[in-house]
């Protein structure tokens, strides 16, 4: 879909949500407009000694229910209103999931596939430098997202703490345990994307030992969203990437994949091989035979054009927003559950609330706590956007923006317009 435009696509669904709660448009109109929209313009030296300018965002969409929340991402399609999508399901997510926080998002457009690691370093560093006066522990706290990382987030969070002149590791989530990170916060996402397939799995029925399942991306999301999965008994017979899909119709060797692809920086799904393994195309990943689908790549994934051959019955998306509108329709008429996004990958920023508690209280907690507080708070918010969806007699994906709207409206109004 050419005219794709990710900002519209949540502003429907958002409507859509207002008018089943019946609220006026005075009640949520603030959601419809980021409170904050900035652009910075980010020089960069190049390994060979040219400078380069890149374009890099940060949308802070609501900060009614506590700080500004949200990833920062590097690729060559990031603009101002992927970001602004972006940022408003980060507010739809935290108020889904019940952590603190409102919702915001950055970015800089850029082909990270194509950066060296000292020139990651020095785009990374000059965005935190630029973001510096709108950021902070308090204000503002990104984290990764697609082609950023731990490793990105150090850095990040060394050029903020230079800058303030005191450590601050609450600055950013997502960091390596070494320096301020918490255990768990690199599998959360993966590991609550697994939570859910196992609680919507249990609603209809469908025994996840054998069951047949197809994910597309294999990054931070997908590769351990897959490997979460294969632990739980599922058959994992497509993956995907950027370069394309590998299928096994008895089931990938997950561990083997991800750890390959993991060992070196650039490594891609084409450059793996083994017995058994064929190679499909991402389209005709999406389209296996199988229960379970995880699209967990970029947005605009599930269209008008890919949805009607989904055969899967359940879908969880891992990515933000894979689903368009005109997608999403043809997937009820089809009788296809969706887990939406904003409740489906709310792993990760629930254990970055983990992560930002310890941080800002100076304290440690060891893994098992963490990942006994990701499962409460995940089933928690399953079964509330369950009961919503069931009570309104709507889809999982309404009943989660319903649950969202709601609390941050009630915020909104409790607080009431200052001036
Ligand atoms: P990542 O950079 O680690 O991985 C992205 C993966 O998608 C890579 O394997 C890449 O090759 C693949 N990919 C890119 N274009 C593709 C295409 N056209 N077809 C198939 N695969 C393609 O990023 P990530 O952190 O795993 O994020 C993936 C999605 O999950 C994004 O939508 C992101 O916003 C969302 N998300 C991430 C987190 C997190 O904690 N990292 C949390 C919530 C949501």
Same mark, same amino acid.
């Given at each position: 879909?050419?005219?794709?435009?990710?900002?519209?696509?949540?502003?429907?669904?958002?409507?859509?949500?207002?008018?089943?709660?019946?609220?006026?448009?005075d009640?949520?109109?603030?959601?419809?407009?980021?409170?904050?929209?900035?652009?910075?313009s980010?020089?960069?030296?190049?390994?060979?000694g040219s400078?380069?300018?890149?374009?890099?965002?940060?949308?802070?969409?609501s900060?009614?229910?506590?700080?500004?929340?949200?990833?920062?991402?590097y690729?060559?399609?990031v603009? *101002?209103?992927?970001?602004?999508?972006?940022?408003?399901?980060?507010?739809?997510?935290?108020?889904?999931?019940?952590?603190p926080?409102?919702?915001?998002?950055?970015?800089?457009?850029?082909?990270?596939?194509?950066?060296?690691?000292?020139?990651?370093?020095?785009?990374?560093?000059?965005?935190?430098?630029?973001?510096?006066?709108?950021?902070?522990?308090?204000?503002?706290?990104?984290?990764?997202?697609?082609?950023?990382?731990g490793?990105?987030?150090?850095?990040? *969070?060394?050029?903020?703490?230079?800058l303030?002149?005191q450590?601050?590791?609450?600055?950013?989530?997502?960091?390596?345990?070494?320096?301020?990170?918490?255990?768990?916060?690199?599998?959360?996402?993966?590991?609550?994307?697994?939570? *859910?397939?196992?609680?919507?799995?249990?609603?209809?029925?469908?025994?996840?030992?054998g069951?047949?399942?197809?994910?597309?991306?294999?990054?931070?999301?997908?590769?351990?969203?897959?490997?979460?999965?294969?632990?739980?008994?599922?058959?994992?017979?497509?993956?995907?990437?950027?370069?394309?899909?590998?299928?096994?119709?008895?089931?990938?060797?997950?561990?083997?994949?991800?750890?390959?692809?993991?060992?070196?920086r650039?490594?891609?799904?084409?450059?793996?091989?083994?017995?058994?393994?064929?190679?499909?195309?991402?389209?005709?990943?999406?389209?296996?035979?199988?229960d379970?689908?995880i699209?967990?790549?970029?947005?605009?994934?599930?269209?008008?054009?890919?949805?009607p051959?989904?055969?899967?019955?359940?879908?969880?998306?891992?990515?933000?927003?894979?689903?368009?509108?005109?997608?999403?329709?043809?997937?009820?008429?089809?009788?296809?559950?969706?887990?939406?996004d904003?409740?489906?990958?709310?792993?990760?920023?629930?254990?970055?609330?983990?992560?930002?508690?310890?941080?800002?209280?100076?304290?440690?907690?060891?893994?098992?706590?963490?990942?006994?507080?990701?499962?409460?708070?995940?089933?928690?918010?399953?079964?509330?956007?369950?009961?919503?969806?069931?009570?309104?007699?709507?889809?999982?994906?309404?009943?989660a923006?319903?649950?969202?709207?709601?609390?941050?409206?009630?915020?909104?109004?409790?607080?009431?317009?200052?001036?």
């Open positions: 879909m050419s005219n794709y435009n990710p900002y519209e696509e949540v502003l429907r669904t958002l409507d859509m949500a207002a008018e089943m709660l019946g609220l006026s448009d009640d949520y109109i603030q959601l419809k407009y980021p409170e904050r929209e900035v652009k910075v980010l020089p960069v030296k190049m390994d060979d400078i380069r300018v890149f374009e890099g965002y940060r949308v802070q969409h900060g009614v229910r506590g700080p500004y929340k949200g990833g920062i991402r690729h060559q399609n603009d *101002m209103d992927e970001i602004k999508a972006l940022a408003m399901m980060m507010s739809l997510k935290c108020a889904v999931v019940d952590v926080y409102g919702g915001g998002k950055g970015g800089v457009t850029v082909d990270a596939t194509r950066l060296s690691t000292s020139e990651m370093e020095r785009l990374t560093r000059r965005f935190a430098t630029r973001l510096y006066p709108v950021i902070g522990p308090h204000i503002d706290i990104p984290a990764p997202d697609v082609n950023t990382n490793e990105v987030m150090a850095w990040f *969070m060394d050029t903020f703490s230079t303030s002149g450590l601050s590791p609450g600055v950013v989530t997502g960091k390596p345990v070494p320096v301020g990170g918490s255990v768990g916060r690199r599998d959360a996402t993966g590991c609550g994307i697994m939570l *859910m397939v196992r609680e919507i799995a249990k609603k209809l029925n469908l025994n996840l030992k069951a047949r399942v197809a994910v597309q991306g294999a990054g931070n999301v997908g590769g351990t969203a897959a490997t979460f999965l294969q632990r739980e008994g599922c058959k994992i017979l497509g993956l995907s990437d950027v370069s394309g899909a590998i299928y096994s119709e008895d089931g990938l060797d997950i561990e083997g994949v991800i750890t390959f692809l993991r060992a070196k650039g490594r891609t799904l084409a450059d793996y091989s083994a017995p058994d393994v064929t190679r499909i195309s991402n389209d005709e990943l999406l389209s296996l035979n199988v379970i689908l699209p967990a790549a970029l947005e605009n994934t599930i269209t008008g054009k890919t949805a051959g989904i055969k899967a019955k359940i879908i969880v998306e891992g990515a933000n927003g894979p689903t368009t509108s005109e997608g999403d329709s043809i997937l009820q008429q089809n009788g296809v559950t969706v887990v939406p904003i409740l489906a990958n709310a792993g990760g920023v629930a254990v970055s609330y983990f992560e930002w508690i310890q941080n800002i209280q100076g304290v440690k907690w060891d893994e098992e706590k963490i990942n006994e507080r990701l499962e409460n708070l995940m089933v928690k918010a399953f079964n509330d956007v369950w009961n919503t969806a069931q009570e309104a007699k709507t889809s999982l994906r309404m009943g923006y319903m649950l969202a709207v709601d609390r941050i409206v009630t915020a909104s109004k409790l607080r009431g317009i200052a001036y």
